[in-house]
């Protein structure tokens, strides 16, 4: 802020202090926190999510014919594609619980940058879907009889920077979609295609992981997943403000 | 009044705002003072809802200017201006799962209140809802949520407070703790725009009367000239033909 716009603000006399307000860091860690604590007290989004997680696994390993297709090779794809859709799930209640009540306009209202809001959306939404992989992980290699000694750190990874693409993308359409009729069906018709470069990029990683091919093949994909997450994160950050604009 | 009071704590000039191409809002001016209270009536559609969310903040005007505190709301992204606003309305803009005491501590940490803990006590026990800060919000009565929704608007001593329809679902109990608490604020030199349908209500606390239509003042005049009378028969006149 103008050293002479700051003076104007002391002048006036608020009850803040225009030189306390919040910067985007702290106003970040206050909205995840905020909601953070809701899915703790209510849990209801995690549990769904964990729920449709597991349900999703029992539902392709009782489909699965171990004889046609090697576990190897349907573990990848089961796991991200399950991770995705329990994904929809948290970030669909992202801007709901701003909805009820017209919390957002509060928010709104608060003398923070809206870069931190959706910043703040974002890491409790990552942290969210983080929660959920950290079970759904070991219950896919439990489903499948997949080994993941040796693999466990760079699937971590792996999990980590598709995480991140997803939240990017699902917290920036979250808030688009929550103020039409249709955010239930238009939140998932507006990610998924967004989320495919992340499905396909991390399952082809995972697959050479478990298969046990050399590192350099797994690396384009690699690149390709920190590639997304470089720019949705970036761009989905600059964009958050304008989908606000009514 | 503490201070600032010459400089006037809101100054809007020529306020349009369009939607598609209809101007909900249609070259609005408007300036107050510490400690001034405007009554803003008008009927559904007249646009007062829409100008307290461009004086907050929550709408960017199509035209026109807006300085709260004497900083426009176009200056940082608006945040110095909307940092000395207070938005009350009927909706309660409260998180249910969170209790009373967290939902105001959150405000007051957004607003980068000194020892938010302790304001948000204080704004709790101005309105009279401090006994029951750990209660969840969903556990309150639509009164008292609204009492917390108060206290959540006042924590970071606003010098503007933009009400619209703070009365609605407050008992008497509620109402007079709100009027109290409105009255503090303004003895502090804050100003107050006051959305309302009932006239009675809005003309017991203004020092200035309007009445909007079609998004334009047709009236404005200070408290001192109105007669409640002679006004309620003209605002009913207006409400009738817009009907």
Request: glycine share 8%; proline share 4%; hydrophobic share 55%.
């Amino acid at each position: 802020m103008p050293d002479a716009t700051l003076d104007r603000a002391r002048v006036a006399g608020a009850g803040v202090d225009a030189t306390r307000l919040p910067g985007l860091l702290r106003a970040t860690w206050l909205v995840a926190h905020k909601d953070l604590a809701i899915e703790f007290r209510t849990r209801t989004a995690f549990f769904s999510a964990l729920v449709f997680a597991l349900l999703g696994l029992s539902i392709f390993y009782f489909a699965w014919d171990p004889t046609a297709v090697a576990a190897i090779d349907l573990a990848p794809g089961v796991l991200w594609v399950i991770f995705t859709f329990s994904g929809l799930l948290g970030l669909q209640r992202s801007f709901g619980v701003e909805q009820a009540d017209r919390a957002m306009d509060a928010l709104l209202a608060a003398p923070v940058e809206r870069e931190a809001i959706y910043l703040g959306k974002a890491a409790a939404n990552f942290l969210f879907v983080a929660g959920v992989q950290v079970i759904a992980i070991p219950a896919v290699a439990l489903f499948y009889n997949v080994p993941l000694g040796n693999i466990w750190l760079a699937l971590a990874g792996i999990a980590v920077l598709a995480a991140l693409g997803i939240v990017a993308v699902g917290t920036l359409f979250s808030a688009m979609a929550v103020n039409t009729r249709l955010a239930e069906l238009l939140l998932p018709m507006l990610s998924l295609p967004f989320f495919v470069p992340i499905v396909m990029a991390a399952a082809q990683t995972t697959s050479r992981l478990l298969a046990g091919r050399p590192e350099a093949e797994a690396w384009p994909w690699l690149r390709i997943l920190l590639g997304f997450d470089l720019v949705f994160v970036l761009a989905c950050t600059i964009a958050f403000p304008y989908t606000l604009d009514e | 009044m503490e201070h600032g009071s010459e400089l006037p704590v809101v100054e809007a000039e020529g306020l349009v705002r369009a939607f598609g191409g209809r101007r909900a809002v249609d070259g609005v001016s408007l300036t107050l003072r510490g400690g001034e209270c405007l009554a803003l009536f008008g009927p559904n559609g007249a646009g007062k809802t829409t100008v307290l969310r461009l004086l907050a903040g929550l709408l960017a005007p199509s035209a026109g200017s807006c300085l709260v505190g004497g900083v426009s709301l176009r200056a940082d992204g608006g945040r110095a201006a909307r940092s000395r606003v207070g938005l009350i309305s009927h909706a309660s803009m409260l998180y249910s799962a969170l209790s009373a005491r967290e939902n105001v501590e959150f405000a007051a940490n957004m607003y980068g209140v000194r020892r938010p803990v302790d304001a948000a006590l204080r704004a709790l026990q101005a309105m009279r809802v401090a006994d029951r800060a750990d209660s969840p919000v969903r556990a309150l009565s639509r009164g008292l949520q609204q009492r917390v929704s108060i206290a959540r608007a006042i924590v970071h001593e606003p010098q503007l407070l933009l009400c619209d329809e703070p009365y609605t679902g407050l008992d008497e109990a509620g109402s007079a703790a709100l009027t109290e608490a409105l009255g503090e604020r303004r003895a502090h030199g804050a100003a107050l725009l006051l959305v309302t349908h009932n006239l009675s209500e809005g003309l017991a606390v203004a020092t200035h009367a309007a009445i909007m239509r079609r998004g334009r003042f047709v009236r404005f005049e200070e408290r001192a000239q109105v007669d409640g009378a002679s006004y309620a028969s003209a605002y009913r006149e207006l409400v009738t033909a817009d009907a």
